[in-house]
């Protein structure tokens, strides 16, 4: 199931549906989050712990100790991304309900655009201190797309056997019908 949820992505992403693919691949890390600690915590802890382990460390900008801590794509981010795409339909994230103070972004921007022939995609994170301080986080769709679905995949190659409660059955209607006409041939 995981593999057909990753092609959808791949397959919206190809048809530029970037809305599409960013609802499905934003469920990508509760279902890796549920394989890897099952019922033993609440789905926003979770999901957060999941992304931050596999994916946030990794988007956290290196810094001095005396440079301002930048904006980056931590756990609390996407799953913020997620409830506002998933419960009310709007790509934006909820700056209040972020406790890690660097991820508290004022101006938050999806970036669509068509594939490009490197299949190389950028973020950009700002920080102006003034008066007061402003985050910006502009994110491309394909590059959330593309590193949620690598890890994802990878995740599960390495861990085929915590996906046991996947329950599902999916009857592919076309196939049936034509099997049924075949049959009375």
Not at 124 to 147: A, F, M
Not at 170 to 179: A, C, P, R, S, Y
């Amino acid at each position: 199931m995981i593999e057909t949820l990753i092609s959808d992505v791949e397959k919206a992403l190809d048809a530029e549906a970037y809305m599409a693919a960013l609802s499905l691949v934003l469920t990508l890390p509760d279902i890796c989050a549920k394989a890897e600690y099952g019922n033993s915590m609440k789905n926003k802890d979770r999901y957060i712990k999941w992304y931050d382990e596999y994916i946030g460390k990794y988007e956290k900008s290196p810094r001095e100790s005396n440079d301002p801590e930048l904006p980056y794509l931590s756990g609390e981010v996407v799953y913020q991304l997620r409830c506002m795409m998933l419960h009310q339909g709007t790509p934006n994230i909820d700056k209040s309900k972020i406790s890690e103070e660097s991820c508290k972004i004022d101006q938050f921007v999806l970036a669509v655009g068509k594939k490009n022939q490197f299949g190389i995609y950028s973020d950009e994170s700002t920080l102006s201190e003034g008066r007061d301080k402003y985050r910006t986080y502009r994110v491309s769709v394909r590059r959330l797309c593309l590193i949620i679905c690598s890890t994802t995949r990878g995740y599960y190659k390495a861990n085929p056997g915590k996906f046991d409660f996947f329950e599902y059955s999916i009857l592919d209607w076309d196939k049936t019908v034509e099997n049924l006409s075949r049959d009375r041939l």
